[in-house]
Nanobody
Framework: QVQLVESGGGLVQPGRSLSLSCAASGSSFSIYDMGWYRQGPGKQRELVAVIASGGTLDYANSVKSRFTISRDNAKKMVYLQMNSLKPEDTAVYYC?????????WGQGTQVTVSS
């Protein structure tokens, strides 16, 4: 069992930066592929970024070159650094842990990009 708790969301102006954190509890954190997803108003949940257990990275086209995902296995943490934020980045951001048939979600953290 893995529990995920996101933090770091808030209100930010367009063009500014924000950093999200995801704290995981449970064992074997390092074997999980960790990801960030988001769900904007009236939209379906979508993948933002993934960092595999082996370190491979993948990003949605809409956030490439602006967002950076990273992980610290010793601390059981996953991070999402978001730069040059746009109003369309407004969404609830969810942390995800996945390994084989196991799939866990955090409760989400709201990010609002507005002037």
């Amino acid at each position: 069992q893995v529990q995920l708790v996101e933090s770091g969301g808030g209100l930010v102006q367009p063009g500014r930066s924000l950093s999200l954190s995801c704290a995981a509890s449970g064992s074997s954190f390092s074997i999980y592929d960790m990801g960030w997803y988001r769900q904007g108003p009236g939209k379906q949940r979508e993948l933002v970024a993934v960092i595999a257990s082996g370190g491979t990275l993948d990003y949605a086209n809409s956030v490439k070159s602006r967002f950076t995902i990273s992980r610290d296995n010793a601390k059981k943490m996953v991070y999402l650094q978001m730069n040059s934020l746009k109003p369309e980045d407004t969404a609830v951001y969810y942390c995800n842990a996945r390994w084989m048939y196991k799939n866990y979600w955090g409760q989400g953290t709201q990010v609002t990009v507005s002037s």
